[in-house]
């Protein structure tokens, strides 16, 4: 099954110091291309939103169509990075895949995200896996499609609204995987357990 895919860029990374989180090298590959690599064979296309400075280094190495866009105003939050991504969307899919750039566990996560989607119930809106402190995880997970549009229609610009709320509604059905392999990278402390885990 193919599906759409828009990954979200345009954290500020202020716990980590202001630092472009997609570049950060984790396991020896930058986390926008282990993100990037990890979904290619489920998608024809991808739409980046955000800026990076790895935009350029990345252009030449990938074999998969890119799009890339900003959300507006810039830095205006999830919901405004969704509501870019869809717009921006080049061959649409039943499903979709959101995804933050900081989930170095993606690659790992995506088999059963993919399969979920699948063979969903046609009820079911949306898949996603629950970490342990039982927070769904928005933005690593996969949406019917007009589903997430619809959702997000009502939004505006969605500058600095939360998405949870937005998504919240939908029939969503769990995913079932390993826990470790949700912790996305927040602080220095993050990267360097996971630079640890894949050494």
Same mark, same amino acid.
């Given at each position: 099954?193919k ?5 979200l860029v345009?954290?500020?990374?202020? &716990?980590l110091?202001?630092?472009?989180? /997609?570049?950060? !090298?984790? *396991?020896?590959?930058?986390? #926008?291309g282990r993100?990037?690599? +990890?979904?290619?064979p ?7 939103v955000?800026?990076?400075a ?8 990938l074999?998969?169509a890119v799009?890339?866009?900003?959300e ?8 405004a990075g969704?509501?870019a ?7 649409? &899919? ?5 995804? /933050?750039v900081? !989930?170095? *566990?993606?690659?790992a996560? #995506?088999p059963?995200l993919?399969? +979920?989607?699948?063979?969903?119930e046609?009820d079911v ?5 629950i970490?342990?402190?039982?927070r ?9 499609t007009?589903?997430l ?6 939004a505006g610009?969605g ?7 937005l998504?919240?509604?939908? &029939?969503?059905q ?10 996305d ?7 360097q357990?996971w ?5």
């Open positions: 099954m599906v759409n895919a828009i990954v345009g954290g500020a990374g202020r &716990r110091g202001g630092v472009d989180k /997609a570049g950060l !090298q984790v *396991g020896g590959v930058s986390l #926008l993100t990037l690599g +990890a979904i290619q489920v998608t024809e296309s991808v739409v980046v955000g800026e990076t790895e935009r350029s280094s990345l252009l030449a190495s074999r998969e799009t890339w866009t900003q507006r105003p810039a830095g205006g939050g999830p919901v969704v509501i991504g869809l717009s921006a969307v080049q061959v649409d &899919r039943d499903w979709t895949l959101l995804l /933050a900081d !989930q170095p *566990g993606v690659r996560v #995506l059963a993919v399969a +979920a989607a699948e063979q969903a046609v809106e949306a898949v996603a896996p970490d342990e402190s039982g769904t995880q928005w933005l690593l997970a996969a949406y019917r007009a589903v549009r619809e959702a997000l229609s009502q610009t500058h600095n609204q939360a998405l949870r709320s998504l919240k509604p939908l &029939r969503m769990e995913v079932a995987v390993d826990p470790a392999d949700l912790r990278v927040d602080e220095w402390v993050d990267v357990a630079r640890e885990r894949l050494s």
